[in-house]
Structures are given as structure tokens and as C-alpha cells.
């Protein structure tokens, strides 16, 4: 599974095309008067306030070069103000072999760069917003992770370890070998680095194989 573009809500249109294009360099693929796309490596991320009816928030994550992760620690940090867990400002994941940091942008969305050690994802050129690789991962909250996890499985998308969905935890929903998830939950987890609780908040996915995954008001999913 590798994800070809997402589409999140948001009530701060302009302030977030300013951060992510402005100041963050992404390159602007398309924009009208209720959304704006950006390219992410070979994914494309869109924001749109078609429809808003709360202050949706998200976490989501870029793959950045498995070599590089010190030089995008000191280039986003000219950018933003890092956050911190327990005093420190990246999280070393070691049964992952990964390093990560994570930032707020103007909606209040969980951003994470994830470098991934065990991918052969290395870069010889210096660090830019060129370097991002693709769309990492997607938090999907949900009402039901049984369910949802069922029709996941109907598209491909399966728990990366085949284990057991289980409500209480996260569930990373991807092909390991790829580094990219979607990490299924109910609501109420904070999402670390963050103060901010897991909430279910409408998105669209879609998948370079053309699958599409849909998350309605209310909490359900439907993949397709």
C-alpha cells in the first residue's frame, strides 16, 4: 500500500497554504476558492473547508531519507517550534529502526518527519522540502477498529504485522516493506507529542492502485 493523495478538512485555509507554501516550500499543484494541494514526494496532500462543521485536526506523517534525518531536524527547526515529550524534541523508535520530530501547523494538526533506517531511501543532496519522500502515515479515528479493519481488508490494506486489530491500541494498517500506514484507532488516544486527543473528523484517501478510503461524519469507514 503506498498512498497517492489524502484530502483533510481544515477552518484556516489561508493560514495553512501560507505555512505549507510560504514557509514550508511545498510546491502548489492546484487551489480554488475552498481548497489547495500541495505536492508531498510522490503523494499530493489537499486541505479543504468544503463542508466544515467543527475544528477538525489530524496526525499524519512524511517519509523523509533515511540518511538525513539530523540535517531536517536543523532545517524545520529554522521553520518551527519542535514539540516535546517527556523534555525531548525526537523520538527514537528502536523496534522500528526510525527516528522522528514532530510540529504543529495552524489547524493544530500532528505533523511527523519519520526518518525509516531500514529503508534504502539515502540522499547524497543537502536536506530541502524537495527531500520529503511521500505521504508516511495517516491517523484514521474511528468508531469501530473491527470494522474498519475489515474493510480495509477488502482493498488490501491489512495490520502490518498480521496481528490482531485491537481497540485499545494503535493499529498500523500497511505493507511493512513500504513505510507507509494507515494507523487505525478509536477515539480518546493522544497522540504523542501532542496534547491533542484522537477525535474522528472526515478524510479521503486514495491509494496508487486507485483504492479509496472514506471517512464520514460519525466515525464510519468505507473503503472501495
Same mark, same amino acid.
Given at each position: 500500500?503506498?498512498?497517492?493523495?489524502?484530502?483533510?478538512?481544515?477552518?484556516? *485555509?489561508?493560514?495553512?497554504?501560507?505555512?505549507?507554501?510560504?514557509?514550508?516550500?511545498?510546491?502548489?499543484?492546484?487551489?480554488?476558492?475552498?481548497?489547495?494541494?500541495?505536492?508531498?514526494?510522490?503523494?499530493?496532500?489537499?486541505?479543504?473547508?468544503?463542508?466544515?462543521?467543527?475544528?477538525?485536526?489530524?496526525?499524519?506523517?512524511?517519509?523523509?531519507?533515511?540518511?538525513?534525518?539530523?540535517?531536517?531536524?536543523?532545517?524545520?527547526?529554522?521553520?518551527?517550534?519542535?514539540?516535546?515529550?517527556?523534555?525531548?524534541?525526537?523520538?527514537?523508535?528502536?523496534?522500528?529502526?526510525?527516528?522522528?520530530?514532530?510540529?504543529?501547523?495552524?489547524?493544530?494538526?500532528?505533523?511527523?518527519?519519520?526518518?525509516?533506517?531500514?529503508?534504502?531511501?539515502?540522499?547524497?543532496?543537502?536536506?530541502?522540502?524537495?527531500?520529503?519522500?511521500?505521504?508516511?502515515?495517516?491517523?484514521?479515528?474511528?468508531?469501530?477498529?473491527?470494522?474498519?479493519?475489515?474493510?480495509?481488508?477488502?482493498?488490501?490494506?491489512?495490520?502490518?504485522?498480521?496481528?490482531?486489530?485491537?481497540?485499545?491500541?494503535?493499529?498500523?494498517?500497511?505493507?511493512?516493506?513500504?513505510?507507509?500506514?494507515?494507523?487505525?484507532?478509536?477515539?480518546?488516544?493522544?497522540?504523542?507529542?501532542?496534547?491533542?486527543?484522537?477525535?474522528?473528523?472526515?478524510?479521503?484517501?486514495? *491509494?496508487?492502485?486507485?483504492?479509496?478510503?472514506?471517512?464520514?461524519?460519525?466515525?464510519?469507514?468505507?473503503?472501495?
Amino acid at each position: 500500500m503506498e498512498i497517492k493523495s489524502t484530502t483533510l478538512q481544515t477552518t484556516k *485555509l489561508t493560514e495553512m497554504k501560507d505555512f505549507y507554501i510560504n514557509k514550508l516550500g511545498f510546491t502548489l499543484t492546484e487551489e480554488n476558492d475552498h481548497s489547495f494541494s500541495f505536492a508531498v514526494g510522490s503523494s499530493e496532500l489537499q486541505f479543504t473547508s468544503k463542508g466544515v462543521t467543527s475544528n477538525p485536526y489530524y496526525h499524519f506523517a512524511f517519509n523523509i531519507p533515511s540518511n538525513k534525518f539530523v540535517e531536517a531536524k536543523t532545517w524545520i527547526k529554522e521553520k518551527v517550534s519542535l514539540n516535546l515529550e517527556e523534555g525531548q524534541d525526537e523520538a527514537h523508535f528502536t523496534h522500528l529502526r526510525a527516528h522522528a520530530l514532530y510540529f504543529d501547523d495552524p489547524s493544530g494538526n500532528v505533523v511527523e518527519f519519520i526518518s525509516r533506517y531500514s529503508m534504502n531511501t539515502n540522499q547524497t543532496e543537502l536536506f530541502s522540502i524537495k527531500s520529503v519522500l511521500n505521504i508516511s502515515e495517516i491517523g484514521v479515528t474511528v468508531n469501530d477498529v473491527s470494522s474498519a479493519a475489515e474493510s480495509l481488508n477488502t482493498v488490501g490494506v491489512t495490520e502490518r504485522d498480521n496481528e490482531d486489530i485491537k481497540k485499545d491500541s494503535l493499529n498500523f494498517m500497511g505493507d511493512r516493506t513500504k513505510g507507509v500506514f494507515i494507523i487505525l484507532n478509536e477515539p480518546g488516544r493522544r497522540w504523542i507529542f501532542s496534547e491533542r486527543i484522537s477525535k474522528s473528523f472526515p478524510l479521503s484517501i486514495t *491509494l496508487f492502485d486507485n483504492s479509496k478510503i472514506d471517512i464520514h461524519p460519525g466515525g464510519d469507514l468505507k473503503a472501495y
